[in-house]
C-alpha cells in the first residue's frame, strides 16, 4: 500500500491536468509502484499467495489501462510506456 505522499508525488507526476487524479495514465502509474513494491514483497517471501494474486490483479488492471490509451490516445501511451520503463 503507497503512503499518501508517494500518490501525491505520482499524480503530480503524471496527471494531464491542474484536478486529475484519475486519468489512465496516473492509475497505471500507481499501479506500477504499487506492483514494484509488491513484487520485492514476494522475492522476500515467496510463499505468499494471497499477495501474489493481488500482484496478479494489479498488472491485469494496469494492463486494461495500457490498453485504453493505446487505443483513445497512442502518443501519450507510448509515452507513458517509456516513463514506466515498461517492456512494450
Known amino acids: 500500500m503507497l503512503q499518501t505522499k508517494q500518490k501525491s508525488k505520482i ?3 503524471f496527471k ?3 484536478t486529475d487524479t484519475g486519468s489512465s495514465e ?4 500507481l499501479l506500477s509502484e504499487e506492483i514494484t513494491k509488491l513484487a520485492a514483497h514476494l522475492k522476500k517471501h ?5 499477495s501474489r494474486r493481488g500482484l496478479l490483479g494489479m498488472v491485469g488492471r494496469r494492463k486494461k ?4 490509451l493505446a487505443k483513445t490516445n497512442p502518443k501519450k501511451h507510448a509515452g ?5 520503463g515498461l517492456k512494450k
Open 11 to 13: 499524480i503530480e507526476k
Open 16 to 18: 494531464a491536468h491542474k
Open 26 to 29: 496516473v492509475q497505471a502509474a
Open 46 to 50: 515467496p510463499k505468499d499467495n494471497h
Open 65 to 68: 489501462h495500457l490498453d485504453y
Open 80 to 84: 507513458l510506456v517509456k516513463k514506466l
